[in-house]
């Protein structure tokens, strides 16, 4: 089966710093890569889908790139309210992996 | 408005069996696959288990497969697990999420959970 694996597990920025975050896949994937945020205490939110298409309503500071086996996430201008964790997910085939997390919090 | 609303969680002895089910409603429930998803607490995010629209797809991670079953009615629009032989790693806050009519995209709506645990 497919690893999806995240760097970092988590990170501080301040806030207005550009942050990136890495998603590895052990074989590629396509552009078949989701990226959630979950803030805390609260249910997973769809960002991003097929590498770089942010989902209706989310932020324009968001955003994804690669393809294949590495992928980034993106926040071009960190905000308080982006304090969560984010998880990158292989949505190609079955078995639907998620990558272990990153979570993002303000210095 | 989508609505996902989970129940059946509880908590249970080591080797006990459980169903949770999940109840759809404000999207055409027979036109999206929709998967369970679980988070013990404190960590990630685990996919679980995901059903196609019509239900003759079944598909599931590892950690489950031959223990749980995944199921739908569409002529209730609610969404099955069936949880067998559950261990203490079962553990865990289980979410219900829909995929859009367009496969490949991910899980667009999420319910709140059910909590699910397994102790002696």
């Known amino acids: 089966d497919i690893q999806m694996t995240q760097s970092p597990s988590s990170l501080s920025a301040l806030v207005g710093d550009r942050v990136t975050i890495t998603c590895r896949a052990s074989?590629?994937?396509?552009?078949?890569l989701t990226w959630y945020q979950q803030k805390p205490g609260k249910v997973p939110k769809l960002l991003i889908y097929?590498?770089?298409t942010l989902q209706s309503g989310v932020p324009s500071r968001f955003s994804g790139s690669g393809s294949g086996t590495d992928f980034t996430l993106t926040i071009s201008s960190l905000q308080p309210e982006d304090v969560a964790t984010y998880y990158c997910?292989?949505?190609?085939?079955?078995?639907?992996?998620f990558g272990g997390g990153t979570k993002v919090e303000i210095k | 408005e989508v609505q996902l609303v989970e129940s059946g969680g509880g908590l249970l002895q080591p080797g006990g069996s459980l169903r949770l089910s999940c109840a759809a409603s404000?999207?055409?429930?027979?036109?999206?696959?929709m998967a369970w998803v679980r988070q013990a607490p404190g960590k990630g995010l685990e996919w679980v288990s995901t059903?196609?629209?019509?239900?003759?797809?079944?598909y599931y991670a590892d950690s489950v497969k031959g223990r749980f079953t995944i199921s739908r009615d569409n002529s209730k629009s609610m969404l099955y697990l069936q949880m067998n032989s559950l261990t203490a790693d079962d553990t865990a806050l289980y979410y219900c999420?829909?995929?859009?009519?367009?496969?490949?995209?991910?899980?667009?709506?999420w319910g709140q959970g059910t909590l699910v645990t397994v102790s002696s």
């Open positions: 999420a829909k995929e859009p009519q367009t496969l490949g995209i991910g899980l667009d709506y």
């Open positions: 404000g999207f055409i429930f027979t036109s999206c696959a």
């Open positions: 059903i196609s629209s019509n239900g003759r797809g079944t």
């Open positions: 074989q590629g994937i396509g552009n078949f």
């Open positions: 097929k590498t770089s």
């Open positions: 997910q292989k949505h190609d085939t079955a078995p639907l992996t």
